[in-house]
């Protein structure tokens, strides 16, 4: 069992307390951001592909919620934020991408329903939930 600092010292008899535990520490370092996609149009362009090279975000693969997405991003050294897409968007369903360094600064997301997006405070103390107007629709 891998417990948080807060128990330490102490003896975690309960995974399943432990786990939840680590998720809710995991959590409080993020600004959680519904119905935001922080992903620009044209980086990641499919569920099972690798986003583009240089974009500044990686494809994770799925996670099974906003929460798992942010241990994912928490476990990866450069890091800063995450798009999670819920089961209303279809073939992307759980699938987290997360957001490389300085690339959450130089863009502020936009509205879209079942996109949750979060940001590390840690790394980004300043992060928030404002958004930009949305992409236009494709030609």
């Known amino acids: 069992c891998h417990c948080p600092p807060a ?16 998720v809710q520490a995991v959590v409080a ?12 149009g ?3 362009n499919g569920p099972t592909q690798p986003c583009v090279s240089g974009s500044g ?3 994770a693969g799925k996670a099974a919620s906003l929460a798992a997405c942010e241990q994912l991003c928490s476990a990866a050294s450069d890091c800063e934020g995450v798009t999670w897409h ?12 997360l957001t490389a360094a300085s690339t959450w600064a130089g863009y502020g ?10 940001c590390n405070k840690d790394k980004i103390p ?3 939930c404002s958004v930009q107007p949305p992409p236009p629709p494709p030609p």
Request: proline share 2%; charged share 10%.
């Open 109 to 118: 997301g936009h509205p879209q329903g079942g996109h949750h997006a979060a």
């Open 42 to 44: 044209a980086s990641c």
């Open 126 to 128: 300043t992060c928030s």
């Open 7 to 22: 128990m330490m010292g102490r003896r975690c008899a309960l995974s399943a307390l432990c786990v939840c535990l680590l």
């Open 86 to 97: 819920d089961a209303s968007v279809g073939g992307w369903a759980n699938v987290c991408v």
């Open 29 to 40: 370092v993020y600004t959680e951001c519904d119905n935001v996609n922080h992903i620009r």
């Open 57 to 59: 975000y990686t494809n």
